[in-house]
């Protein structure tokens, strides 16, 4: 049986407002506001990976013209460069990277399963080898927080315990207990509550029992806003489906829910209609760098031959700065373009950041407003009937099986 911890609610202040605005009358997907110190997210959103303080291959004025309201840093990264001494020198990553809008920093838990070999978990906290220069880091709950003040992000996470998202056993309810134990530990840590805030992370694995414990618990915590960890991993789309719907139903709903780690559009767009408000991944910008473009047809490789003599747009009908013809009567870029500087150059890959990131951006934003119009299954089926060519052989059975979870069919005819 699972020990259940026994806390108060807590009174966490709080530098966020959360506003539902419309909710899909058919599924969980929901139309929200979240207005954080450096401005409003508008919701469903998904929040592009400034790893080391910079989107790779785009300035912050870049980023901020496609739209970005937020974007995420990484704590563990920063905190071993530039490190804590340069960031509380300047002023924050803010300041550092030049960047006016919100900032979301991970917590560094993540890299307890990326960089698993280097290391060592205890009560205490994590302690790493240093990926650059094999130098010794302890991250401690109170050590993460104290890195994200000193980052100055406007939403700031909890040090989890993360384990491989197949993992069984007692060890899943081991890390969920201790997540449960690092989050107060991390709000008691918080120097600046009244604007940063904090988000807590629920963990369980592919547990049904340890996420509901979870869930309950985290809750009574009453942080800002909750997360959804410890998926996107490997397990099976059906899995990460049950877990995603299960925790949203459990979850207050008058607070944003993030899952964390999710990029891939069909993904994305399930997870709204399960109820999901908030996305990361760098999928996006990394697939760019393969020369990989994401469109509404599916992602086109244009290194392949085939673009070499192809002198339409990336994506027809698109208005991201490399797809709009210009105003000075050229067109825009081609795909013959990309085709020949996707192996050479680094433009090539800066254009298709620009694109991709555009394209998940304006997903949300379509999505947010077919579901003011109250029109999100109709927008959900004609997704998938475009990225698919109209096959509905070709739908993957996850996403259909999950969405038929609230209401949605898409092998149905109807709208």
Known sequence: MTKMHTAAPQVVKSALTFEVIAQCSTTKARASSMTLPHGLVEAPMFMPVATQASLKGLTPEQLDN??????????????????????DAI??????????????TDSGGFQMVSLLKLATITEEGVRFLSPHDGTPMLLTPEHSIDLQNSIGSDIIMQLDDVVHTL?????????????????????????HPDRQNLFAIIQGGLDLDLRRTCCIEMAKRNTPGIAIGGLSGGEAKEEFCKVV???????????????????????????VALGV???????????????????????????????????????????????????????????SLIHH???????????????????????????????????????????????????????????????????????????
């Open 245 to 271: 719907s299960y925790c949203t139903d459990l979850l207050p709903r008058d607070k944003p829910i993030y899952c964390m780690g999710v990029g891939y559009a069909e993904d994305m767009l399930v997870s």
């Open 91 to 104: 002023g924050g990553a803010h300041k550092l990277q030049s960047w006016s809008r919100n900032i979301l």
């Open 341 to 415: 500087l996707a192996a050479k150059e680094t433009s090539g890959a800066h254009m298709l950041t620009l694109h991709n990131v555009h394209y998940q951006l304006n997903l949300m934003r379509s999505a947010r407003q077919a579901i003011i119009r109250d029109e999100f299954p109709s927008f959900i089926k004609k997704f998938f009937a475009t990225l698919h060519g109209g096959n509905k052989e070709k739908y993957p059975t996850w996403a259909v099986e999950a969405l038929r979870t609230v209401n949605v069919d898409l092998l149905d005819n109807s709208r």
């Open 167 to 191: 993992t069984t056993g007692q060890r899943v309810e081991e890390a969920m207990q201790r997540s449960i134990r690092w989050l107060d530990r991390c709000i008691a840590a918080n120097k």
């Open 66 to 87: 496609l739209g970005c309201k937020i974007c995420l840093n990484n704590t563990y990264h920063l905190g071993l460069k530039p490190g804590k001494d340069v960031l």
């Open 277 to 335: 408000d908030l996305f990361d991944c760098v999928y996006p910008t990394r697939t760019a760098r393969f020369g990989n473009a994401i469109t509404a047809k599916g992602v086109l490789n244009l290194r392949n031959k085939c673009f070499a003599t192809d002198y339409s747009p990336v994506e027809d009908d698109c208005a991201c700065p490399i797809c709009t013809p210009k105003s000075n009567g050229g067109m825009g870029i081609t795909r």
